[in-house]
């Protein structure tokens, strides 16, 4: 993989930034990238900085996948429970309409 300058990895980060992440992650995010922004290039070109970066990279796509994961099983979750409680709806009213024939029957 071809290493990226610490202005590179800054771009990525916002852009992560910019497009889906949590509130908090996008302030701490920001605020990282901002406070790279004013690095030296001496510090750019140190290996084991961009290796930390990677892995920061790293741990956010794997965040990124885990929460939309959380939301396709969030989202599963509710249409199933509309459809239990429309359900449930539906066979209250068949009940109440067979009480009053029932009852009219009577």
């Known amino acids: 993989m071809d290493k990226l300058s610490l202005g590179d990895k ?3 980060s916002f852009m992560k930034v910019r497009f889906g992440a ?3 992650m996008r302030v701490a995010l920001m ?3 901002a406070s790279l922004s004013f690095a030296t290039p001496a510090m ?3 290996a084991a900085l961009l290796e930390r970066l ?3 990279e790293q741990k956010f796509q794997t965040l990124e996948k885990e929460n939309q994961t959380l939301k396709q099983e969030l989202t599963t979750f509710r249409a199933e429970s509309s459809a239990q409680v429309a359900q449930a709806s539906a066979a209250t009213q068949a009940g ?3 009480a009053a024939a029932n009852a009219a029957a009577v």
Do not use: K, N, V
Request: no cysteine; net charge negative.
């Open 96 to 98: 109440s309409a067979q």
């Open 10 to 12: 800054s771009m990525i």
């Open 22 to 24: 949590s509130a908090a």
């Open 31 to 33: 605020a990282g990238t």
């Open 44 to 46: 750019a070109q140190d």
């Open 54 to 56: 990677e892995a920061l």
